[in-house]
C-alpha cells in the first residue's frame, strides 16, 4: 500500500528530514541538531515546514527514523506519536535492512552508515563503497554478496578547519574551495589547499585501499554535504547523491513494513 512516509535522518550537525509519495521524494528540508530542544520545539518546526512544501501534515501517515545522537530519538519518536499519530520505525539492531551486517560487534556501527549501505547496494549493486562527507568522512564496504563489512571514519572537513580556528591564533576560517594551486601563496589558499586538496587526496588514496581489498570494479557513491568539495579534486565517485540516507529510510521501511504495521 502506498504511504505518504516521513523519513528522518538525525545527524550530529542536522536533522535532515524528507517525505516520500511512494518512491518520489516530494520534499526535504534540515534543521539544526540540538538535543536540547523539546518534542513540541521540532513538532513546531516541522509542521510549519511540510506545508511550505506542499506536504499536509494530517497526510503523513508513516515515519522512519536513524539516528546517531541518541538523546534526540525520544524527542522524534515522541512528535511522530504526539503530532501525527504514528508509531515510527526506529532502524537499529534486528531491522531488516537488505544487507548482513559483519561489523564487530554489529551495535556498534551507526544507524546512518547501515541505511547509507542498505540505499547504495539496492540502487548501485555491489560490491560498493559509500563515502559520506559531512561531520566526519566516513567510509564504508558492501561486498557483491551484500555483506556490510565496515569501514574507516576521520575527522571531517569542517571539524579539521575548526580545529585550525581555534587552536591556532593567526589562522582564520575560509571558504571550503579549490584554491588556484596546492601550494598556496597566502594563508587563505594555503589553508584552503590543505583541507580541500588534502582531504581529497584522502579520500581518493582510502578509495584505492578499499577496492583493492573489495575488489577494483566496485562502484563509488557520494553523499553528505560536503561531497561537491571534494568530487571534483577526488574524481573517484561513480555517483554523487545527497539523499542517499533519507532514500535508504525509504527502503528500509519498505522491507519492515509489514511486519512494523502489523
Known sequence: MKVLLLAIDI??????????DGDDLRATFRMSTDARKMPDEYAITVNHLLPLQGVSSADVDAAA?????????????????????????EVGAGTRTGVRVRYDP???VGADRVVDAAAAFQMYGGPVIVVDIGTATVLDAVTADGDYLGGAIAPGISIAADSLFHATAMLRRVELAAPPSAIGRNTVH???????????????????RFKRELGERAKVVATGGLANVVADEAAVFDAIDPNLTLTGLRIVYDMNADRHRG
Open 190 to 208: 594555503a589553508l584552503q589547499s590543505g583541507l580541500v586538496f588534502g582531504y581529497s587526496e584522502l579520500v581518493k588514496g582510502m578509495v584505492g
Open 106 to 108: 554489529p551495535r556498534d
Open 65 to 89: 527514523i536513524c539516528s546517531v545522537v541518541p538523546p534526540l530519538t525520544p524527542s522524534f519518536v515522541h512528535l511522530s506519536k504526539s503530532y501525527f499519530g504514528i508509531q515510527p520505525l
Open 11 to 20: 545527524g550530529n550537525t542536522n536533522v535532515t528530514v524528507g517525505v516520500f
